[in-house]
């Protein structure tokens, strides 16, 4: 999340890096007559056209000689416009800005998952700086960088990989580094760092890819608003870096539960590939024990006491086999502390003993928050869908929960975050294309009219105690045409398993609902308009409403629950999380992955299918109207629809 902080200064920030970015790296001038970017500001030449005749002046009037009449005056040739362009990029002079001026250059990636836009963002930063390193001096990481390096050491707390952002070595080899070695390290550090915040803010995986109804709105902050915020922040940059991460009662929670799970386990510690040498042992001396010290966060050369000196970098002592002996402990090789082959590949391969069923449904759903506004608002709606319940909230504080309906796994119920504007009282019912045919073909049109909606023929339903929307409905104008409604059918609200709509959710007691959502109506006044033709209700202020999939959860009581994982989302997750076996099914498009997401669903589909039609049987075999499904937004019709709808 950004810091509000920063929000007053982000337009001159979006300016100063543009241009920095335009100074050092150049880019096209623009052409004369072409309107300038953003601005609208139309570039004209200087020099007056012949054919267009004389310029005027201000002085000019009624009284001054034509061109005509003045004297004739020796023509001279008119010059060609010059076009005024940025400066060429220039090397600064420096070594060091110079080096990493020149890596910046290099088309060479600074991290793999690294975006080219973020990569764009990161030389605009440095260009600003005059391309001075931001975390190194003399040498050494200043205390903004070794805040930041302990939060990436310690990813594994909130459910990241620390793999996934490798901290450079400096100062740890028995020379001085180069002015290149710096620059490499500053970058890869900085790329590590915007990395990190962007996955914080659920970066990992595109949602997309697990399914197309999952469309959060991801506010994945910008490389160079990271690294402005961490370097301001001095030794506090580690506070900084982690409040990226979710704040949320319920993700803390998870995180609690996640580090119960893992004490005394080694987790995610981060890697380091050593170059071919011997077996060590206590007391050797070798070029490769920097490393070592680094990976393992010790000090660059044990401390010198009364009796001796310092020692070297290279010594591989006393600290260093011992630390060494805890690793190979907790890989399960023999604990002697010598650094073997089968250690070295140890400590070159970053996977971690196999997370826990356990484990894994925490880290899922601790994702998922990352899903959600940053901030849910003081005032806003929940609903979790695998739970089939809604909950309203109001000053930070839960007032009110309800039962709900949520799609079939056919026809799953989109998770998205949207603002309620409005209600509708006595709401008509427009038949959506997908259920149309069937009801024609079934011949159960009674009450319904045929209306006319622009160039097509609908079925509408009108107002009345049988309406398939029931007396009241909530509008979030969202992409799905989706909304919070009532339900003449009551009696589905008793079963276990509540998906029974085609997407849209159904409030059980709509009255309470909006007697807590909407200010001024209380649930008396409110059943006065019913019957009384449709009227619609305006919200003073928009609503944030949240639709969730949480399957693994910790409630107000601090128990852990796990529910059923309604349309068998929490496969793909893992996938994409690289908790499960490795599969192509999230790396690759929606579009490519079709066969392979429904195959990876099918078992839970089917398992959610067979318990939602034995809950309804259990709830009654009366039917009503709303057997058609669950009715979507009749003024979106005509905009492309979903072929499951």
Same mark, same amino acid.
């Given at each position: ?161 620390p793999n996934a952002y490798p901290v450079p070595a400096v100062g740890k080899l028995s020379r001085p580094d ?10 890869? @550090? ?50 900084? @870096? ?294 619609t209700l305006r919200l003073p202020e928009k609503l944030p409403v949240h639709l969730a999939y949480f399957t ?22 893992k996938v994409a999380l690289g908790l499960a076996a490795r599969s192509d099914a999230v790396a690759k498009g ?56």
């Open positions: 999340m950004r810091a509000a902080s920063g929000a007053g200064t982000g337009v001159a920030r979006t300016l100063s890096v543009a241009l920095a970015a335009l100074l050092a790296f150049g880019h096209a001038p623009a052409r004369a007559e072409e309107p300038a970017a953003e601005s609208g500001i139309v570039i004209r030449k200087a020099a007056v056209d012949p054919a267009d005749g004389p310029a005027l002046s201000p002085e000019t009037s009624d009284d001054t000689p034509s061109a005509a009449e003045a004297p004739a005056a020796p023509k001279e040739p008119t010059p060609a416009p010059t076009a005024v362009g940025p400066p060429a990029p220039v090397t600064p002079s420096e070594p060091l800005p110079g080096a990493v001026y020149a890596r910046l250059n290099d088309n060479a990636p600074l991290l793999q998952r690294l975006t080219g836009k973020d990569r764009e963002a990161i030389q605009a930063f440095y260009a600003l700086g005059n391309f001075k390193p931001i975390w190194i001096e003399n040498g050494a990481f200043n205390a903004a960088a070794n805040a930041a390096i302990a939060r990436l050491r310690a990813a594994g707390e909130d459910g990241l990989d180069t002015d290149a070695e710096i620059a490499e390290a500053d970058l890869k @550090l900085s790329a590590a760092l915007a990395l990190y915040a962007r996955d914080a803010r659920g970066g990992r995986v595109n949602p997309a890819t697990i399914s197309k109804l999952i469309t959060p709105t991801l506010d994945l902050p910008p490389a160079d608003t990271v690294l402005t915020r961490l370097a301001a922040a001095g030794a506090q940059a580690g506070d900084v @870096l982690q409040s990226y991460n979710p704040r949320q009662p319920g993700y803390l929670a998870l995180k609690e539960r996640l580090a119960g799970l893992r004490v005394g386990r080694t987790q995610g510690a981060p890697s380091v590939k050593l170059p071919d040498g011997p077996v060590l042992k206590l007391g050797m001396s070798d070029p490769r024990v920097p490393l070592l010290r680094s990976r393992f966060g010790l000090e660059t050369r044990s401390a010198g006491t009364l009796d001796s000196a310092p020692g070297q970098s290279n010594a591989y002592d006393r600290s260093v086999a011992d630390a060494v002996k805890d690793f190979q402990r907790s890989r399960g090789l023999p604990a002697s502390g010598t650094l073997t082959r089968a250690t070295v590949a140890a400590l070159a391969n970053p996977n971690v003993p196999k997370t826990s069923a356990n484990e894994a449904d925490i880290l899922v759903n601790m994702e998922r928050w990352r899903w959600l506004p940053s901030e849910l608002g003081p005032d806003y709606v929940f609903v979790n869908v695998p739970e089939f319940k809604l909950k309203v909230f109001r000053g930070g504080t839960q007032r009110d929960e309800t039962r709900v309906i949520v799609g079939k796994p056919t026809s799953p119920t989109p998770i998205f975050s949207g603002m309620m504007e409005y209600a509708v009282v006595n709401p008509s019912w427009y038949v959506p294309p997908s259920i149309l045919k069937q009801m024609l073909a079934s011949g159960r049109t009674a009450g319904f009219e045929v209306v006319r909606r622009g160039n097509t023929i609908s079925l509408r339903q009108p107002p009345g105690e049988r309406n398939a929307l029931g007396f009241v409905k909530f509008m979030f104008p969202n992409q799905h045409a989706v909304y919070l409604h009532d339900t003449p059918n009551r009696s589905l609200f008793s079963a276990s398993t509540r998906a029974f709509s085609h997407g849209c959710v159904r409030v059980d007691d709509p009255f309470r609902f909006a007697d807590a959502v909407l200010p001024n109506w209380t649930e008396e006044r409110l059943k006065k308009l019913i019957g009384k033709g449709e009227r693994a959860e910790v409630d107000d009581l601090g128990s852990y629950r796990t529910l059923t994982d309604l349309y068998g989302y929490d496969g793909p997750m929606p579009a490519a992955t079709k066969a392979k997401a429904a195959d990876a669903r099918a078992v839970p589909r089917q398992a959610a299918t067979r318990e939602a039609v034995r809950s309804e049987r259990r709830a009654g075999t009366r039917r009503t109207p709303d057997m058609f499904g669950d009715p979507w937004a009749g003024q979106t019709y005509e905009a492309p629809q979903r072929s499951f709808w």
